[in-house]
């Protein structure tokens, strides 16, 4: 995956982030989905530090990030075929797997569950750093547990200047920030459980991302099921997530036509996210964003323009429901999430 044209941190700033790492301490740092919060995943303390400063609870799991070429047996009791073909096919890359823990394999990461989230990101500052924190570590074991790098439940950020935004504080007590550009897929990566194929489960998809299960299931040769009540927890599976602060709220085209010429608009201005151009007769309290009509265009972009209207004092953030087939799955999830984080008095608005 190509990375983008842009001046990136020096060997000696990723040796430094590296002795942060080591030194039990957070580096936030880019990776092609989004920027990541990272600590030492063997680390106990180093990792409740992560959840400390994201808010977030602490039976939720965190994906472990190694090298390319890592050990994976050092992580996992067992690598199936299965496992392998789709590293084979998809590492480095954004597809995380979770996979059987091996039992020294540090449980803060997986929220007290058996199994353990692996991913190797195609980022060169992301190996960069994984390459130096892991050339420290014993046996050059290393792992670098890191969730998005925001608060929990809020909008990913896709550039640095975002995560500097989100952990003022950190940043202020000496956090590196290590700017690798604007990240290249703009969401988080898929997530496919591998952890209980010894009991007759197959392939469950946790989360949708850039990796489809139509490709998932050309390499396996199987189906790719959905999560059951079993299925293990995973990183962004909440009902609510990926949201701004501004109320968002998703729309059929033609309520959103309706809102956008001003029937039952709230006070104060409002932000319409749509496919096409404006109409002609576009309300003047409305603000109108045109978004790509290529899913991965528009998952790129995603995260950044929430950021940007959330900043942009409007009353609410109306979505444009994007296409229901299987390439705008992963966008579907995310915004989905993000709407379900609002309860809304929408009375008034057009379509409910």
């Given at each position: 995956?190509?990375?983008?044209?842009?001046?990136?941190?020096?060997?000696?700033?990723?040796?430094?982030?590296?002795?942060?790492?080591?030194?039990?301490?957070?580096?936030?740092?880019?990776?092609?989905?989004?920027?990541?919060?990272?600590?030492?995943?063997?680390?106990?303390?180093?990792?409740?530090?992560?959840?400390?400063?994201?808010?977030?609870?602490?039976?939720?799991?965190?994906?472990?990030?190694?090298?390319?070429?890592?050990?994976?047996?050092?992580?996992?009791?067992?690598?199936?075929?299965?496992?392998?073909?789709?590293?084979?096919?998809?590492?480095?890359?954004?597809?995380?797997?979770?996979?059987?823990?091996?039992?020294?394999?540090?449980?803060?990461?997986?929220?007290?569950?058996?199994?353990?989230?692996?991913?190797?990101?195609?980022?060169?500052?992301?190996?960069?750093?994984?390459?130096?924190?892991?050339?420290?570590?014993?046996?050059?074991?290393?792992?670098?547990?890191?969730?998005?790098?925001?608060?929990?439940?809020?909008?990913?950020?896709?550039?640095?200047?975002?995560?500097?935004?989100?952990?003022?504080?950190?940043?202020?007590?000496?956090?590196?920030?290590?700017?690798?550009?604007?990240?290249?897929?703009?969401?988080?990566?898929?997530?496919?459980?591998?952890?209980?194929?010894?009991?007759?489960?197959?392939?469950?998809?946790?989360?949708?991302?850039?990796?489809?299960?139509?490709?998932?299931?050309?390499?396996?040769?199987?189906?790719?099921?959905?999560?059951d009540a079993a299925a293990p927890r995973a990183s962004g599976t909440l009902k609510a997530?990926?949201?701004?602060?501004?109320?968002l709220e998703l729309m059929t085209t033609q309520h959103l036509m309706d809102a956008a010429?001003?029937r039952g608009l709230p006070a104060g201005r409002v932000a319409i996210v749509a496919f096409?151009?404006?109409?002609?007769?576009?309300?003047?309290?409305?603000?109108?964003?045109?978004?790509?009509?290529?899913?991965?265009?528009?998952?790129?972009?995603?995260?950044?323009?929430?950021?940007?209207?959330?900043?942009?004092?409007?009353?609410?953030?109306?979505?444009?429901?994007?296409?229901?087939?299987?390439?705008?799955?992963?966008?579907?999830?995310?915004?989905?999430?993000?709407?379900?984080?609002?309860?809304?008095?929408?009375?008034?608005?057009?379509?409910?």
């Open positions: 995956m190509s990375q983008p044209d842009h001046a990136l941190p020096d060997a000696a700033a990723i040796a430094r982030a590296a002795e942060r790492l080591l030194a039990g301490e957070l580096v936030a740092f880019p990776t092609e989905t989004v920027y990541g919060l990272g600590a030492d995943a063997q680390n106990p303390e180093a990792v409740a530090r992560i959840y400390a400063a994201k808010g977030r609870p602490s039976n939720h799991p965190v994906i472990v990030h190694v090298a390319p070429g890592a050990d994976l047996g050092y992580w996992v009791r067992n690598i199936s075929p299965a496992a392998r073909q789709l590293i084979d096919a998809f590492w480095p890359g954004p597809l995380t797997l979770i996979l059987p823990r091996a039992p020294h394999a540090g449980a803060a990461v997986s929220g007290g569950q058996d199994s353990i989230g692996l991913r190797c990101p195609s980022h060169p500052v992301a190996q960069a750093l994984l390459r130096a924190f892991a050339a420290g570590k014993p046996g050059g074991h290393g792992g670098v547990a890191a969730p998005s790098a925001n608060k929990f439940g809020h909008v990913s950020p896709t550039r640095a200047e975002h995560v500097r935004g989100e952990f003022p504080q950190e940043v202020a007590q000496g956090m590196p920030v290590l700017d690798g550009g604007p990240a290249q897929v703009g969401i988080e990566s898929t997530i496919v459980d591998l952890s209980r194929l010894e009991q007759g489960v197959g392939p469950v998809l946790l989360r949708p991302g850039h990796v489809t299960p139509a490709q998932i299931e050309a390499v396996l040769d199987m189906p790719v099921a959905m999560p997530h990926y949201a701004p602060h501004t109320p010429r001003g096409g151009a404006a109409p002609a007769e576009l309300d003047a309290r409305v603000a109108w964003r045109q978004v790509p009509d290529d899913a991965g265009r528009y998952a790129q972009a995603l995260y950044t323009m929430l950021r940007d209207l959330d900043g942009g004092g409007y009353a609410r953030i109306l979505v444009q429901a994007p296409p229901a087939d299987d390439a705008w799955r992963a966008v579907n999830d995310r915004i989905g999430r993000a709407a379900a984080a609002f309860t809304l008095d929408t009375s008034g608005l057009p379509g409910t």
